[in-house]
């Protein structure tokens, strides 16, 4: 008898071997005196048939059930031509068994493992270890592994060195809420665990590294998202003495790489780039899915003068009146239909959804009375409208326009099928501003983060213009779904200092809490810049998944729990006695 | 010009070429209106000279300073045969500079970026990103990111899955103590950060995917040693249907490719292997560094009679007699000599050493007058003695014996010189007791962990002789660290009842603390096992240092505090409360 034989391996040239099986029952069949079990292991499903001939084994097979873990003997043989199964990739045989002996049992499992599954996802998330047998999700996993290793192998090649940064660190205000953990050495006083590494990585490249990497996990306290969870993990990147350029186009070659090794898909380079000024303005939006087009047209030099009131007061205070043309459908939207599409972009902040249709030459709907004939003509041309077009028009401030046309864009591209989805559109966003303000605190905030360098040319505006000052930054952006992005970064104490003032640091503030990094700045800090694209949510688009849960092997449910092993939960007095705190009554 | 090219690579076959460097100023020599900079990049160092020639160029050069980053343009020359410098990989060449700029000045650092340092750790610590720049320091990240990269691409092709398991997870009262992280979400609940995937990556042999590996970050709360850390890395694998044998020999091979690929050493398999029994008997250790002799000896047999109270009460109370025989050493150690040995011994809980020197056919010392001739001739016989030998005596109860002695032979080794350092020993120990009595607590602990499968055999004693019951369980030795160990795991859930029975659980605190194992165990668990190998202490072996921190890019203090960022420290009073948690006053 030879070594173990994965299942899912065996084809017709190993018929007549005598071979040995381990794995699960997934269905126990009785027909006519012999027993069929399909049986799983991690490569696959194999049919096994109990006979008459071999009495103990067929004994044995009567008392298995699903899930039971089993050893089975047997002679692989060609299956009849009318039972092959063209569904299955070992359907042309099936293996006689000879012997077979329960290594485990299993109770009654409380949903079948099956790739198609309708389980509530919290009975799954219980029973992870159950839902993960299922073959969509061992598919997953499988690719989540040679997707980090095909990373790992570029990087090593490219000379980066695979480098851990600390867990347990220092909390800073910035960004998303720290998650925090007491010190029992030093009572009173907390690590942080890191949203991410980017202190650390640029203080590699201060140890004179130059290249580094780090599949690296990272925390953030927030509100849970559909597409958020308080752990995740992202391919961590930081160098020195590269151009922004040269950084994007060693990453393009990475995500190349990638696509080709896991899903055989070639991609062009370079990758298309977009400013983020043009991707707002074209897409409503700073992640744009290009794999269809419906984009937005500005109207607002047309209307300026409208005698419908909320498009000429959009423009007059200073906003702007945008329209899709959704080529075609204005037969197929009926006023309810159209409701419903402002009611969706009412969650945006659009405070409603004018609409026109093209019909018999002419502009019909409730607004057509105030459009003139010059206005109609402006429309007409600058929508490329038809006969038969459907013109949905919002019209406020500029930042409502581009989210709710942004949102409804993507949302009719969905539902009217004009996306294709075999494509894998990349796109670079650059040219991101470096600041944005937050008018109820009224201050300005980093973009990105405090490290970000701005453009050159745009210093000299940081006290004067801060708004208009760009970042030397980019986002990469697949199907709509942000990827990552990076930065170079400041590694002048002057400019990083300069930087902390317009984000409204005191000299001492800033000290407190980034002194360590200010020092270092000092001491010969070389030029350098990075990146970090999301590991769970590249996984998420190259294997169709729609939810980040199912990329992470033991993920958190939407309140940062896991029914699995019911984390968080109490603790004991004594444990919160050693770390000097207690809970608040 | 060309592309930038590393300092550390320019030979003479690029003499004559034009080429750009981007560095560090590792030093600058002024001499006869010249000036010589070594440029120092993450490849190494190459001399770079600045001549009258080029008369800009050597402006800016008198600028500069240690640590400085420059940017220099220049060309490639043949040192003069006199001015060769053997100890720099560059050193028959040099670049005449022809254009320079500073990227970055640098203060001048606290310390010189030197080979060799005597300077104090907390300093360097504070200032790690100049400490990291040191050449040693750099060879040892270097090194650590080879060994990961060669053990990934071994378990890669072995057919391992890469998988992450979670940080925030639940807390459970075994072992040493956990990080807890308060949550935000679930008031008055806590994540606990893991001490290691165990549970995790059982739960991923559940859930059928039968290969998986992890480099993996684990915490522990614990007062800090010399060599621990509260965060730590481990390889961590884990397989199901494979038995200890088959986990052992891949484990064997793995560190036999890292060997060979990392520091070009070959090892020989298949590694010995040896019983915890025999290990502790010969060495009075549970990883014996087995690159030298100086075993114990035990004499009880010889001396349960005898005149020496000591002896014969240690030995009468259940306790032993061993001695070290210090081959020739007799004339070199002192009555003082032997008294610092005493203090020595005492801190493992000896009450006294006694020594005997053999001399001219004599035993000589303290109490040679109660050793009788035949008791000298066992003596003798047993420690195959000779002229000259020293013999070092411990009497004392079996654990204190060992201990003691097994401390007094490793130092001794070191001290005399026994040791061949050029030797990488291995051995793995097998064979463990499953259980350990803890006296003070009257009740008896898991060696390893609850879930460590015992002998097959042992199992019905577990009941009746909980002490003699083995554990399916394996350390790897190298050198006398412990690199880490495993076992085969306990899969049917009647097993892990009574495991916990024995352990003095309630099947209610069994539940609380392990249900989601317990109701895992049910539902057709695979056999499974697996091992976790410590990569902070394989790198710290494989590089030579003598010192976990060294291999720790940013690593914490003995009393667990990061000089550099000042973690842990002080948070708000918002953040407390958002946590609903506050301090102990």
């Given at each position: 008898m030879s070594e173990r034989v994965l299942a899912g391996t065996i084809r017709e040239?190993?018929?007549?071997?005598?071979?040995?099986?381990k794995g699960w029952v997934q269905k126990r069949?009785?027909?006519?005196?012999?027993?069929?079990?399909?049986?799983?292991?991690?490569?696959?499903?194999?049919?096994?048939?109990?006979?008459?001939?071999?009495?103990e084994a067929l004994a044995v097979a009567e008392t298995v059930r699903s899930e039971y873990v089993i050893e089975v003997k047997g002679q692989v043989i060609l299956r009849d031509e009318n039972t092959i199964n063209p569904l299955m990739e070992t359907g042309k045989v099936e293996v006689i068994a000879t012997e077979v002996s329960v290594l485990n049992k299993s109770n009654n499992p409380p949903f079948l493992i099956q790739d198609e599954t309708d389980v509530a996802e919290d009975l799954r998330l219980k029973y992870r270890y159950l839902d993960l047998r299922r073959s969509p999700l061992q598919e997953t996993f499988k690719k989540r592994h040679q997707i980090t290793q095909v990373v790992r192998n570029f990087l090593n090649d490219e000379g980066f060195l695979e480098m851990e940064t600390p867990i347990l660190t220092k909390s800073t205000p910035e960004g998303a809420r720290d998650y925090l953990v007491p010190s029992r050495v030093h009572p009173g006083e907390f690590y942080a665990l890191p949203q991410s590494p980017q202190l650390f990585k640029q203080l590699i490249m201060m140890s004179g590294f130059e290249k580094y990497y780090q599949i690296a996990r990272c925390f953030r306290d927030e509100d849970l998202r559909a597409d958020r969870q308080p752990e995740f993990t992202q391919i961590d990147i930081e160098t020195s003495f590269l151009t922004s350029d040269e950084i994007m186009t060693m990453t393009e070659r990475m995500m190349q790489k990638v696509l080709k090794e896991v899903n055989n898909v070639d991609i062009e380079l370079p990758l298309p780039r977009m400013k983020y000024q043009e991707a707002m303005e074209r897409f409503g939006s700073d992640k744009p899915d290009t794999r269809f087009g419906l984009e937005l047209i500005e109207v607002s030099t047309v209307l300026a003068n409208s005698d419908f009131k909320v498009f000429q007061g959009a423009i007059a205070s200073g906003g702007k009146v945008c329209l899709l043309n959704v080529k075609g459908e204005a037969a197929n939207f009926s006023r309810k239909d159209i409701d419903k599409l402002t009611e969706f972009v009412n969650v945006y902040g659009a405070k409603g959804l004018a609409w026109l249709k093209v019909e018999a030459n002419e502009l019909k709907g409730p607004i057509a009375k105030f459009i003139t004939e010059e206005e109609k003509k402006g429309i007409l041309e600058s929508a490329a409208a038809e006969e038969g077009d459907l013109l949905l028009f919002v019209a406020d401030k500029t930042s409502v326009v581009y989210d709710s046309l942004g949102a409804l864009r993507l949302k009719l591209g969905k539902e009217l099928g004009l996306i294709d989805e075999s494509k894998y559109n990349f796109l670079w966003i650059t040219d991101w501003p470096l600041l944005e303000y937050d008018e109820e605190l009224g201050r300005y905030f980093a973009a990105h983060h405090p490290f970000t360098m701005p453009f050159e040319e745009d210093i000299e505006k940081l006290e004067t213009d801060p708004a208009s000052v760009r970042a030397n930054a980019y986002d990469l952006v697949l199907n709509g779904y942000e990827l990552g992005g990076g930065s170079l970064r400041i590694y002048k104490r002057e400019q990083q200092d300069e930087m902390f003032k317009v984000l409204g640091f005191t000299r001492e503030e800033a000290e407190e809490q980034f002194g360590f990094l200010l020092d270092a700045l000092e001491y010969g800090a070389p030029p350098h810049g990075g990146i970090a694209l999301g590991l769970d949510r590249i996984v998420m688009l190259l294997t169709g998944r729609s939810n980040l849960r199912d990329t992470i092997l033991f993920p958190k449910t939407a309140s940062a729990s896991d029914p699995l092993t019911d984390a968080p939960s109490e603790v004991s007095e004594a444990q919160l006695t050693e770390l000097s705190i207690h809970l608040n009554s």
């Open positions: 040239t190993d018929v007549e071997k005598s071979i040995l099986l069949r009785d027909l006519g005196g012999l027993i069929f079990i399909d049986l799983r292991d991690r490569s696959g499903v194999v049919q096994v048939v109990f006979n008459p001939n071999h009495e």
